[in-house]
Nanobody
Framework: QVQLVGSGGGLVQAGGSLRLSCAAS????????MGWYRQAPGKQRELVAT???????NYADSVKGRITISRDNAKNTVYLQMNSLKPEDTAVYYC?????????WGQGTQVTVSS
């Protein structure tokens, strides 16, 4: 089994910054993909960004240039640095890790951006 614990959400004004962290533990193979997804009220969960264990990144178009994903493989931890936040970034942010076609999710952390 794999467990993920995320942290770092909160309330911020538009234009501000937040940094999310998510640590994975358990049966983690070295080859995996970690990522962040978000779900706003009344909307489906959507991709924010992913990063492979080799460091290849992928971003949603809506966050490119404002959000950076990174990871520390030694700590099995993924980070999401969010700058120039907009009210439309308000959502519950979930970290996930995909290992051999199975995806495990963290508990979600609320990010609220006020205008």
């Amino acid at each position: 089994q794999v467990q993920l614990v995320g942290s770092g959400g909160g309330l911020v004004q538009a234009g501000g910054s937040l940094r999310l962290s998510c640590a994975a533990s358990g049966s983690i193979f070295s080859s995996n993909v970690m990522g962040w997804y978000r779900q706003a009220p009344g909307k489906q969960r959507e991709l924010v960004a992913t990063i492979t264990s080799g460091g290849t990144t992928n971003y949603a178009d809506s966050v490119k240039g404002r959000i950076t994903i990174s990871r520390d493989n030694a700590k099995n931890t993924v980070y999401l640095q969010m700058n120039s936040l907009k009210p439309e970034d308000t959502a519950v942010y979930y970290c996930g890790i995909t290992i051999r076609f199975n995806t495990y999710w963290g508990q979600g952390t609320q990010v609220t951006v006020s205008s």
